[in-house]
């Protein structure tokens, strides 16, 4: 028997085949997305292989072809993908810092090109430019509902919780004192102080930064911000001599104010400082910067 000639051209035809099942492909001939397909570079990883990590910008699409991928969002949450998926599109589509984190649970293979590229091909191919990003559309819109929804259960959530503790802080209160009364109530007021609004810290994002300029006229970067805190990259070192005392300019694309405040702790690559209680002008601007934050967020 006779083999049939193995042709390399017939490899995008098949993986295309299969895109047009996926939501960002929809509406598209096989043709066009064999062109597309051919475009991308083939790569290999071993098992245990880590792709990329949350907070990781992406610079290339990435499909997977074969094997399994786990997709890893907290210590308890973990997606398996499959082929074919792609592998975290939004963060590559819209230059949003990943999420997840991402590793080969098997030996796999991916077909990567370039972000910048894969956007020329549909701007330069119209007939299915149009498809491809009322797609992208309906992608984010899904996540932002998604999101939205997440967010709603964890409001809640948090007001229930809330309430609960302030409630068994008061019963601590009333009761009689016992040997775990005072580090129980103390406990209690410490969470509940966390839990406040004014520690709910958002990410500023590219189109709309924030830095700090420091005394000695060098900026480091915001990587979060609330009322209470900010985390700014770099080391406590970068920041200040003195970790009990630190002030700086605080510069968001609308304005500037002046910031004070103790360094907690260095984590992640940051600085998180706890912000002493702003006057209500410079307050005041801080919070609709944070507002604005949080719009963009729930837009992209």
């Keep these: 028997m006779q083999l049939a000639e193995f042709r390399e051209e017939d490899v995008p035809v098949t993986i295309a085949s299969s895109l047009k099942s996926l939501p960002l492909f929809q509406g598209m001939s096989e043709a066009r997305l064999g062109e597309l397909v051919a475009a991308f ?3 290999t990883h071993k098992a245990g292989t880590v792709l ?3 907070g990781d910008v992406a610079t290339h699409f990435e499909l997977l072809t074969k094997g399994e991928v786990s997709l890893e969002e907290s210590a308890t949450t973990r997606f398996d993908l499959r082929p074919v998926s792609p592998l975290g599109e939004l963060g590559a589509l819209t230059g949003i ?8 649970t098997t030996d796999i293979e991916i077909l990567t090109v370039p972000v910048g590229d894969l956007l020329g091909f549909f701007d330069t191919h119209a007939d299915i430019g149009f498809a491809f990003y009322k797609n992208l559309l309906n992608v984010v819109s899904d996540k932002v509902r998604r999101d939205r929804r997440r967010l709603d259960e964890m409001r809640s959530n948090i007001i229930r ?8 802080r008061e019963t601590v209160l009333a009761a009689a004192e016992t040997e775990i009364s005072k580090p129980l ?6 969470l509940i102080d966390n839990n406040r609004r004014a520690n709910y810290r958002v990410s ?3 189109g709309f930064p924030a830095q700090v300029r420091l005394d000695n006229g060098h900026f480091a970067r915001v990587l979060e911000v609330s009322e209470g805190y900010l985390k700014v990259e770099g080391k406590t070192s970068d920041l200040t001599a003195d970790p009990s005392y630190w002030a700086g300019v605080l510069v968001m694309p609308t304005s500037e104010i002046l910031v004070s405040g103790t360094v907690l702790r260095e984590d992640n690559g ?3 400082v706890k912000l002493d ?4 002008e410079f307050k005041a601007k801080l919070d609709d910067y944070s507002v604005r934050l949080q719009l963009l967020d729930f837009v992209v």
């Design 41 to 43: 570079q083939s790569r």
């Design 52 to 54: 990329f990590k949350a």
């Design 97 to 104: 810092p990943r999420s997840t984190t991402a590793t080969a």
């Design 161 to 168: 919780t809330q309430k609960a503790m302030k409630k068994m």
């Design 185 to 190: 109530f103390e406990s209690l007021d410490q």
């Design 204 to 206: 500023p994002t590219p």
């Design 270 to 272: 940051g600085v998180v």
């Design 277 to 280: 209680t702003l006057v209500d």
